[in-house]
């Protein structure tokens, strides 16, 4: 599976912003999708995770509420809706693509293909 991440940019705090994830080379119906970020100095976390019909979502903590993980098979494609940006939430945003396993889905390790990664950049 290839995935081309992209939307990131910069926006002020209180902002919103899109990703997207656009994935090809397989069957995208059948991975469960994530999303994850890396800030400036600190080790990559989970975001964000939806099923592979988008029967079941979940979210970090830090963003509960705020973001909104969503995905069109149809189109190959999922979605990250961030809402109320914050400065915190600077970082590069990658999504990534597994097969559903019993290792949890908010774990890296549950993922095999990754995307190159969007920039979002939330000024205060």
């Known amino acids: 599976v290839q995935l081309q991440a992209s939307g990131g940019g910069l926006v002020q705090a209180g902002g919103s912003l899109r990703l997207s994830c656009t994935a090809s080379?397989?069957?995208?119906?059948?991975?469960?999708m994530g999303w994850f970020r890396q800030a400036p100095g600190k080790e990559r976390e989970f975001v964000a995770t939806?099923?592979?019909?988008?029967?079941?979502?979940d979210y970090a903590d830090s963003v509960k509420g705020r973001f909104t993980i969503s995905r069109d098979n149809a189109k190959n494609t999922v979605y990250l809706q961030m809402n109320s940006l914050k400065p915190e939430d600077t970082a590069l945003y990658y999504c990534?693509?597994?097969?559903?396993?019993?290792?949890?889905?908010?774990?890296?390790?549950?993922?095999?293909?990754w995307g190159q990664g969007t920039l979002v950049t939330v000024s205060s």
């Open positions: 080379g397989r069957t995208f119906s059948n991975y469960v």
């Open positions: 990534a693509a597994g097969r559903y396993t019993i290792i949890p889905t908010t774990s890296q390790s549950a993922y095999t293909y």
């Open positions: 939806i099923r592979e019909s988008g029967s079941s979502t």
